[in-house]
C-alpha cells in the first residue's frame, strides 16, 4: 500500500529543539524534582557554604559561586513552576535547569567535596551531614529566589517558608 508523503516540516508552533523531556515526564515529576532541588539549595546555603568559608582556603569566593549556582537553579525552577509539558518554553527551561544542575554537581563533586575531605576532619563532615540532612526535613519545596541566601536569614525563614510550601503542597496534592 502506497502511502502519501509525510511533511516533515515542524509546525510553527515548534521549538527547533528535540522533545525529549516531554515524552519521559509523569505528572508530578517536575513538581518532586523542584522540591528536592530546593531543599538541597537552602540546607546547602545554610550549612555547606557556611563550612566553606571557614574551612578552605579562598572558601568565601567558592561559597559565594555556590550560591550564585543555588541562585540561578532556583530562578530556573520558579520559571518552570506552572508550566505544562507542552508549554512553548517548557523545553528551553528544562534544558537550561538540566545544564546548571550538572555543572553545579559536577563542580561540587569534583572541587568542594574533594577539597573538604582533604582539609576537614571527618567528625567536622559527619556532623555537616547530619545538619543538611535535618536542614531538608523543614526547607522550603518551592523556589524563592528572593530568599536570602545567607546563613542567618536562611536559617530564620526558610522553615516557616517550608512549613508554608508543605501546607500548600497538600491542599493542592502536589508531591503525592
Same mark, same amino acid.
Given at each position: 500500500?502506497?502511502?502519501?508523503?509525510?511533511?516533515?516540516?515542524?509546525?510553527?508552533?515548534?521549538?527547533?529543539?528535540?522533545?525529549?523531556?516531554?515524552?519521559?515526564?509523569?505528572?508530578?515529576?517536575?513538581?518532586?524534582?523542584?522540591? #528536592?532541588?530546593?531543599? *538541597?539549595?537552602?540546607? $546547602? +546555603?545554610? @550549612?555547606?557554604?557556611?563550612?566553606? %568559608?571557614?574551612?578552605?582556603?579562598?572558601?568565601?569566593?567558592?561559597?559565594?559561586?555556590?550560591?550564585?549556582?543555588?541562585?540561578?537553579?532556583?530562578?530556573?525552577?520558579?520559571?518552570?513552576?506552572?508550566?505544562?509539558?507542552?508549554?512553548?518554553?517548557?523545553?528551553?527551561?528544562?534544558?537550561?535547569?538540566?545544564? #546548571?544542575?550538572?555543572? *553545579?554537581?559536577?563542580? $561540587? +563533586?569534583? @572541587?568542594?567535596?574533594?577539597?573538604? %575531605?582533604?582539609?576537614?576532619?571527618?567528625?567536622?563532615?559527619?556532623?555537616?551531614?547530619?545538619?543538611?540532612?535535618?536542614?531538608?526535613?523543614?526547607?522550603?519545596?518551592?523556589?524563592?529566589?528572593?530568599?536570602?541566601?545567607?546563613?542567618?536569614?536562611?536559617?530564620?525563614?526558610?522553615?516557616?517558608?517550608?512549613?508554608?510550601?508543605?501546607?500548600?503542597?497538600?491542599?493542592?496534592?502536589?508531591?503525592?
Amino acid at each position: 500500500m502506497l502511502r502519501p508523503p509525510r511533511d516533515t516540516r515542524r509546525p510553527a508552533s515548534r521549538p527547533p529543539w528535540p522533545r525529549p523531556v516531554r515524552t519521559c515526564l509523569t505528572p508530578m515529576a517536575v513538581p518532586s524534582a523542584t522540591g #528536592e532541588l530546593v531543599r *538541597h539549595s537552602v540546607a $546547602e +546555603e545554610q @550549612h555547606l557554604c557556611p563550612a566553606v %568559608r571557614e574551612h578552605l582556603e579562598g572558601g568565601d569566593a567558592l561559597a559565594d559561586r555556590e550560591s550564585a549556582e543555588h541562585g540561578r537553579i532556583e530562578q530556573l525552577l520558579k520559571d518552570l513552576e506552572g508550566r505544562a509539558p507542552d508549554d512553548l518554553h517548557f523545553d528551553r527551561l528544562m534544558v537550561k535547569l538540566r545544564t #546548571e544542575v550538572r555543572a *553545579h554537581v559536577d563542580d $561540587e +563533586e569534583n @572541587h568542594v567535596f574533594i577539597q573538604l %575531605r582533604t582539609g576537614v576532619h571527618p567528625f567536622v563532615l559527619e556532623s555537616l551531614g547530619t545538619k543538611i540532612r535535618e536542614a531538608k526535613k523543614s526547607a522550603p519545596t518551592r523556589p524563592h529566589p528572593s530568599l536570602p541566601s545567607t546563613p542567618q536569614p536562611n536559617k530564620l525563614l526558610a522553615p516557616g517558608l517550608g512549613l508554608v510550601d508543605r501546607a500548600r503542597d497538600y491542599l493542592t496534592g502536589r508531591g503525592r
